[in-house]
């Protein structure tokens, strides 16, 4: 088993990765997210996730991204706390940070067979549905319905704590 820090590759190292992945026939799945603390929805579509293919790859936001998504306080992990959990999970192969405010960019560069979006998207409302269907990506709903946020981890906590 690879150590989990060995998963977490730059964008470089990664795109090179994945042409040997495609070379072999093998098909490249793309999930991402923040990532604040792994709870159940996160295992839920990163698994469902790699069943849409061979090879999984996670962008994981940057903190800048994070804050800009989730506002004052957040992130709680910082990037590479986040990034190593992720990377921990056997059903991940990579993990690859990025600051940009949605996976537009990554899906150009590193061209995955498979863009994976959890199911509080549908079709329509996937911010990089265009750049996909340029490039040919099938994108993919997966995971459980969205009942799980890290927000709501974070308010159950603070209930308790005031209690």
């Known amino acids: 088993m690879r150590e989990a820090a060995s998963k977490i590759v730059s964008r470089e190292a990664l795109r090179r990765k994945l042409l040997e992945h495609k070379r072999r026939g093998e098909c490249v799945v793309f999930a991402n997210g923040c990532f604040d603390t792994l709870h159940v929805g996160h295992i839920r579509y990163l698994e469902s996730a ?10 994981v936001n940057d903190d800048s991204g994070v804050g800009n998504l989730k506002g004052p306080g ?3 992990l910082d990037e590479n706390a986040r990034a190593l959990l992720v990377a921990a999970l056997r059903c991940v192969d990579y993990v690859v940070l990025f600051s940009e405010a949605n996976v537009q960019a990554l899906l150009e560069e590193l061209l995955p067979d498979v863009h994976a979006k959890g199911t509080d998207y549908t079709a329509d409302t996937v911010p990089e549905r265009a750049t996909a269907a340029r490039l040919g990506i099938r994108v993919a ?3 459980d319905p969205k009942d799980h946020s890290t927000r709501s981890l974070f308010d159950s906590i603070r209930k308790v704590a005031h209690e």
């Open 74 to 76: 957040r992130p709680i």
């Open 141 to 143: 709903i997966v995971g």
């Open 50 to 59: 790699r069943r849409e293919g061979d090879i999984l790859v996670v962008g």
